[in-house]
């Protein structure tokens, strides 16, 4: 087997580097680095031939292929030594049809895909598997490497977590302090990490450990470290794969530093160069209306982008003022006749309660892409019988307290026009059957 990937320059610098050497931006410029595949190489199999592997592959038990990430492992790190690599069986999420949800925008051929249902509960599982198996291997060779470390939102620092942990390799996370849900702070406490909780914001907890990472021996698992979108990125693939190597017409995905929007579409792109889909997806990032930079350089026709102070939202994964992949996201829909929509909290909270009323249980991330999807079918822009993939991008278990807050009426600025509370009754059937039957009477469906 003689495929291989390298480190290059977003910029075109000419360097190129090893997978294994550590190295997070281009010497030469400073631009981010992005990772590079023999295409040419990978050409040695027909695209009926590398369809047949994958399916062959999928969901099976077998190590590592079993995996949704290692099962496209020639497409992801291939130079990776199957002895390194740290695999909780993540990927392989569902997709399903949300017909009644689709039903009630007016849409017939809606589906969610659920990265959310993965190892810890969001899709970072999908790029942490790759970065803490390179990190693995830089080891077994004798880097001296000490620890991965990580600025988080709450759900890469419960990734970076569990993977290091898994393999025996100390986890450090700095995270905003009180900004993180309380599931999402016991994940790495639970792993054993080192969660240092700082009095600053998500991009304040960025800028420390980028210094933090120069200190020798640590080693920074933030996705300007872009072997993590080479695992991020086979959510394209599964998608195409289980709509039998067919593209949906529309990709609606919600973005924060903008690094998945960018791994979707490194995704699409490497399908279409090996002949597996004959037409591009159109994407849509969504964001949500306080935490909107690249919405409002969208608004402007990208001619200039300005980062912003994001301000306080419940789609806090995604509260990122400046982020760091914004230019690769930006060329990215730029391929994909891409737009970029924006979500208010009401509009974020009404999406996703309206969403589980027809059996969901969603993040308010998903909650700003549906609420934008909503805005893109009033519009005309999505139209009625387009095949559509949300992409659910965590479990919204995480997010119980917004729930509740959600349902007991208490989010700020948020009427709650679905709300659902408990009735409380003494142990009396005759009560019990008042209350039920009265219901049943009151709202017969
Ligand atoms: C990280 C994250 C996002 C945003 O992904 P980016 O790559 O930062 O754009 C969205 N939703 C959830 C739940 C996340 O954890
Ligand atoms: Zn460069």
Known sequence: ?????????????????????????????????????????????????????FDERWMTTRWPHGSGVWGKKEWVAPQLRDENIVSMAEGGTNLFWAERYGATLGLTDLWLKLCGNSHTGSFKDLGMTVLVSVVKQMVADGA??????CASTGD????????????????????????????????????????CALDTDFDGCM???????????VYLANSMN???????????????????????????????????VSALGAG?????????????????????????????????????????????????????????????????????????????????????????????????HTGVALAALAKLVARGEVQRHQKVVVISTASGLKFADFKVRYHEGRIEGVKSQHPNQPVELPSDYAEVRRAVLGSLDRDPG
């Open 1 to 53: 087997m003689s495929y291989s990937a390298r480190f290059r320059c977003t910029a075109g610098c000419p360097g190129r580097y090893d997978l294994d050497e550590v190295i997070y931006a281009c010497p030469e410029c400073g631009e981010l680095l992005e990772v590079e595949h023999d295409v040419d190489a990978l050409r040695d199999r027909s695209a009926a031939s590398w369809m047949r592997l």
């Open 207 to 217: 800028a420390h450990v980028q210094r933090l990472t120069k200190e020798p021996g």
């Open 144 to 149: 001296p490497i000490r620890a991965i470390a």
């Open 268 to 364: 699409f792109d490497l399908l279409m160069e090996l002949g597996l889909l004959s037409q591009r997806p159109r994407i849509c990032v969504a964001q949500a209306a306080r935490a909107n930079p690249l919405y409002r350089a969208y608004t402007q026709g990208f001619e200039r982008f300005e980062s912003i102070t994001a301000e306080a939202t419940e789609a806090s994964a995604i509260r990122i003022g400046n982020p760091i992949s914004v230019r690769r996201a930006i060329r990215t829909l730029e391929r994909y006749d891409g737009v970029v929509e924006q979500a208010s909290e009401s509009e974020l909270a009404e999406a996703a309660a309206a969403a589980d009323r027809t059996g969901t249980f969603v993040c308010p």
């Open 226 to 260: 872009s072997l993590r979108l080479e695992g991020q990125k086979t959510i394209a693939i599964e998608i195409c794969q289980q709509f039998e190597w067919r593209a949906p017409d529309w990709v609606i995905i919600p973005g924060g530093n903008l690094g998945n």
């Open 156 to 195: 890469t620092s419960a990734a970076l977590s569990a993977y290091c942990a898994s393999a025996g390799i100390r986890a450090v996370v700095l995270l905003p302090k009180g900004k993180v849900t309380t599931a999402q702070l016991v994940q790495p406490l639970a792993n054993g990490a080192l969660v």
